[in-house]
Structures are given as C-alpha cells and as structure tokens.
C-alpha cells in the first residue's frame, strides 16, 4: 500500500518560511494536492500541482506558497514564505488534487500522515 511520508513542518513567527515534503513510500508521485486543516475548521484546499501541468492555489496562498515536484527525488513540496497566523493548522499532502471534504485525511485514497505548521506574530 503506497503512503506518503511528509516532513518539514514546525514553528515559526509571522513573516517567515517554511518548505513541506511529501515522499512516496513506493511507487512515483506525479501530481499532488495540499490541504490543511486548523482545530475546529474544515479541510481546506491550500495548493495543487503536477508534472507537466500548471499549479493551483487558494486565493489565501497566493503570491505566498509554491507547489512544485521534483522528479530526480521523487518528492513534492509546498514552500510557504510570508507565513501568517492564520496558516497555523496541520498540513496534508495527497495524490488527490481535487479532494473536497469536510475533514482530511479521508478514509480513502492516498494521504501523507499531516505536519503541524504553526505562525505565532
């Protein structure tokens, strides 16, 4: 069963930056989806990319976070500069880039373990 392995969460204060990694425990990710989810909201959609293709983000993120896969280490990663308080909450990786859920991780498809990403000012 293919999982993915997320690493490059922690905390930072207002202004900063952090990178999040998402690793696939077998087989290649070729396309991937961020979502996040804070204590008591609902999953929400933060970025999306693949191979070949364009990206996606939420308006909230944009100008903010990058979404990119790099091939040679069969890796994804979301890049997240200028962070906010209101970035604060657990962050997931998939190879789902439409999901639309109420809660994340579902208990279907392939979903990394979550990182918590945490903004004071």
């Known amino acids: 069963e293919v999982q993915l392995v997320e690493s490059g969460g922690g905390a930072v204060q207002a202004g900063g930056s952090l990178r999040l990694s998402c690793t696939p425990s077998g087989g290649t990710i070729t396309e991937v989806g961020w979502y996040r989810q804070a204590p008591g909201g609902d999953c929400g959609f933060v970025a999306s990319g693949r191979f070949g293709g364009g990206t996606e983000y939420a308006e909230s993120v944009k100008g903010r976070f990058t979404v990119s896969l790099e091939n040679a280490k069969n890796t994804a990663y979301l890049q997240m500069n200028s962070l906010k308080p209101e970035d604060t909450a657990v962050y997931y990786c998939?190879?789902?880039?439409?999901?639309?859920?109420?809660?994340?991780?579902?208990?279907?498809?392939?979903w990394g373990q979550g990182t918590q990403v945490t903004v004071s000012s």
């Open positions: 998939s190879t789902d880039r439409l999901f639309m859920g109420i809660s994340c991780p579902p208990s279907f498809g392939v």
